[in-house]
Structure formats: structure tokens, C-alpha cells
């Protein structure tokens, strides 16, 4: 029987530091605005006691973030002895191909130490290989959408697997292909800013191409790998019987949950689920376009979205009709104070054990995040980590509901 993965996730350019890719361009032309904006919003003391703050244009700029590059030794021992017996992570694109068809040995041996690092911990990695950010030179071709976007990314992948594939198992192409879709090409709010949902339709459909091109060329290069993607799944209901909403759900739930799963899971082994959210949709014509989620808000994440557990035993089970092994590849909310974090893991967990006795081929979970970490463009202050960085001095402090955690990875399910 296979064991059981529990563990936490991080994304590169969320924590490396030093990094240059597409983002990188971008926060700095958007800080001083995304702070100015932020002045609008009545903040909590406890978060603008936390450096940086959203209202300092440093919060939205990564720099050196976690300096996680230099010290991952040290995370990882932090993980491990945390009860973490695997780990999600993702490989910087831009440090391993900085110039097109040019690949970096020195980055890739730093990645090759970063597994070992894992392995030397017994920490099984599960590697990303594109977590939202991109090299320049392909951002500058046109990203996504440029004509060739999808042999370009399985030229990475298969030198990826070429290189790592004897220490690596668990693959995923790609982290929420449509998340990255709806923000980078419909509002506007992530690189690359553009406002167009015919434009967000193509890159959703380029994004699932270079995913398949990219199964393919890794299976290529090894049959006996574990390849798959993540896509953030969204629990929805219409709220009340009444027709009209359940048509509305209906027609928001195909975009949100990504009208092209189906196709992403015929060129995958198992499914990275990421779960964050629970939506109940009222169609209610005296309010926008955008005012149509009533959710009760009984008890919210510092980022104001809803807790709501039982939201991932009922999208376990809509998943398990694909017959793939599901593997929670990102789960987790934003809680400085660290009052809420300890039953929202024990209560998601809770509900994804009962969906595996009923029969849900679930095989791992992997808290968000390892770390407190750069939430693209929220900045710094959504603090999302078991552990606690004080950006100041870099400082790593667990949070005593990493340590809950700990007891209750001991206990199994």
C-alpha cells in the first residue's frame, strides 16, 4: 500500500528571492499604485504592525522574499521536523532557461542540491514546473499566446525530466491554469494586465496544450514517471431551489472550475487539487455582475475568504468520477494571528479522510504554505505560513499550529 504524503507547498518566486522573470517587471510598475490603493481599505492593527505593510510599496515588490535560494537546508529541516515526510515545490523557469534554448547548469544543479536536500531528509519532492511566472524572453514573445508557447514548454519539461527524473517521481506541469487565465487576461490585475475574456479563452486553451505537449514529452523521456497538473476547484450551490440561480451556478461554475478539466486529466496520472473556496450564487438583478456570491461568513480568513470545510469532502467527490488518484496539492488560509489555523486544518482534514473511506483515491496533502511568503499582488501581509518570517531580519519562528499539525500527521487519519 502506498503511503500517505503530508507535507506543505511553496512556489519559487513566492519565496527564492532574486529573482527575474515577468513578475519581477511587473511589481515594480505596479507597487506604488497597488499601496495607493490599499489606503482605501480600513486595515486591522495586527496587520499593519506586520513589515512590510499594504500600505508601503516595498510589500508589493518580492526582492529577496524568504531568501529560501540560500536557505532551503534550513526549511527543510524545519519541515521535517514538523512530521513532513514530502514537500511541494517549483522550479524558477527563468534561472534554468534565462535566455531561449540557453540552459543554466549552474541553476540546475542548485535544483539537483535542492532535491537531494529532500531526499537526504526523506521528504518525497513534488515538483511544479511552472508556478505563473515565465522568462522574460517569453513573456516578450508574446507569453501564452505566442505561436509556439507549448513546444517551448515541453522543451523545458522534457530537459526537466531528462535531468531530474531519477529522483523525481510526482510531477506537475502546471498550477492553476485557470486561475493564471482569468487574473493575467480578464482583470487585469497580474502580468500580463491585459482585459479581454476572448484573450483569457485563448490563453486557457494555450495553457492546456503546453500542459498536454509537456505529459507527452516527459513520458517520453520516462514512462515510469508520475506526471499530472493542479487546478484550483471551487465548491459551488445556488442559493435557494429558485431556477435562475441554478443556471447562474451552472454557467459560473464552467469557467471557474476550468471548462477544459476533462481534457487536462486524459494527459495526467492523478490530480492536483487546489482548495480554497466555497461560493453560494444568487443571481440578483439589483446588484453587479459581481455581486452575486452569498456566502454566510461565519468565519473568514484575514483576506476575507470564507471557512468552509465540508467545500472539500463535496469536490473529492466530484473528482473521483475522473478515476485518478487526487492529491491535495495546496489547501490553507491567511491567519496572522495564527487563531484560526490549527481546526481549519484538522477540519479539512477531517472531511478529506471521510472522503477517502468512502472510497476517493485520495494520496496526499500538502498545507499552504510552508512559509509566509509574496502572494503575487497582495504582497507580503497575507501571512499563509506554518512558519513565521519576520521580513526585517529573515527569521524563521513555527507557528504552534504547524505543531498541531505535527500531532495530528502522527495520528494518521
Known amino acids: 500500500m502506498e503511503r500517505f504524503y503530508w507535507g506543505a507547498a511553496t512556489s519559487s518566486h513566492q ?199 509537456a505529459y507527452d514529452a516527459m513520458k517520453e523521456v520516462s514512462p515510469s514517471l508520475a506526471v499530472g497538473f493542479t487546478e484550483s476547484v471551487v465548491d459551488f450551490e445556488p442559493y435557494g431551489r ?47 455582475a459581481w455581486g452575486i456570491q452569498y456566502n454566510e461568513n461565519k468565519e473568514v480568513s484575514d483576506v476575507g475568504w470564507e471557512i468552509h470545510p465540508e467545500s472539500i469532502y463535496r469536490v473529492l467527490k466530484e473528482l473521483a468520477r475522473y478515476g485518478k488518484p487526487i492529491v491535495v496539492t495546496e489547501n490553507g488560509l491567511a491567519d496572522a494571528r495564527d487563531v484560526h489555523r490549527t481546526r481549519y486544518i484538522n477540519d479539512h482534514v477531517g472531511w478529506m479522510a471521510r472522503a477517502k473511506r468512502e472510497g476517493v483515491d485520495v494520496r496526499g496533502y500538502f498545507y499552504w504554505s510552508l512559509l509566509d511568503n509574496f502572494e503575487w499582488q497582495s504582497g507580503f501581509w497575507p501571512r499563509f505560513g506554518l512558519v513565521k518570517i519576520d521580513y526585517r531580519t529573515l527569521q524563521r519562528t513555527v507557528r504552534p499550529s504547524a505543531w498541531q499539525y505535527k500531532k495530528l500527521i502522527e495520528r494518521g487519519m
Not at 537526504?120 to 517569453?138: A, C, I, K, Q, S
Not at 487539487?273 to 461560493?279: G, K, N, P, T
Request: proline content about 5%; overall charge positive.
Open 242 to 288: 429558485s431556477p435562475h440561480n441554478l443556471l447562474a451556478m451552472k454557467a459560473i461554475r464552467w469557467w471557474r472550475n476550468d471548462p477544459f478539466f476533462g481534457a487536462l486529466v486524459r494527459s495526467a496520472d492523478f490530480i492536483g487539487l487546489q482548495h480554497y473556496f466555497h461560493s453560494r450564487i444568487r443571481l440578483n438583478p439589483f446588484l453587479s
Open 15 to 213: 519565496i527564492e528571492g532574486g529573482n527575474d522573470n515577468d513578475w519581477t517587471a511587473w511589481e515594480k510598475t505596479h507597487a506604488k499604485r497597488l499601496a495607493q490603493s490599499a489606503r482605501r481599505t480600513t486595515w486591522p492593527e495586527f496587520i499593519l504592525k506586520n513589515y512590510p505593510s499594504p500600505l508601503e510599496p516595498e510589500n508589493y515588490i518580492s526582492g529577496k522574499a524568504c531568501d529560501h535560494y540560500r536557505r532551503f537546508r534550513e526549511d527543510f529541516d524545519i519541515a521535517k521536523s514538523l512530521g513532513h515526510n514530502a514537500h511541494r515545490f517549483s522550479l524558477e523557469w527563468s534561472r534554468i532557461e534565462p535566455e531561449e534554448g540557453k540552459f543554466n547548469e549552474q541553476e540546475i544543479e542548485h535544483y539537483r542540491e535542492v532535491i537531494r536536500a529532500l531526499r537526504e531528509r526523506n521528504l518525497e519532492p513534488f515538483v511544479t514546473l511552472w508556478h505563473w511566472t515565465v522568462p522574460r524572453w517569453f513573456a516578450e514573445r508574446g507569453g501564452w499566446l505566442c505561436s509556439d508557447a507549448g513546444r517551448l514548454f515541453a522543451r523545458f519539461a522534457a530537459r526537466m525530466a531528462h535531468e531530474f527524473g531519477r529522483d523525481v517521481r510526482w510531477w506537475l506541469t502546471m498550477n492553476e491554469l485557470e486561475t493564471f487565465a482569468r487574473h493575467g487576461y480578464f482583470l487585469g490585475d497580474r502580468p500580463p494586465g491585459r482585459t479581454n475574456p476572448f484573450a483569457a479563452y485563448r490563453a486557457l486553451k494555450a495553457l492546456v496544450g503546453a500542459h498536454r505537449a
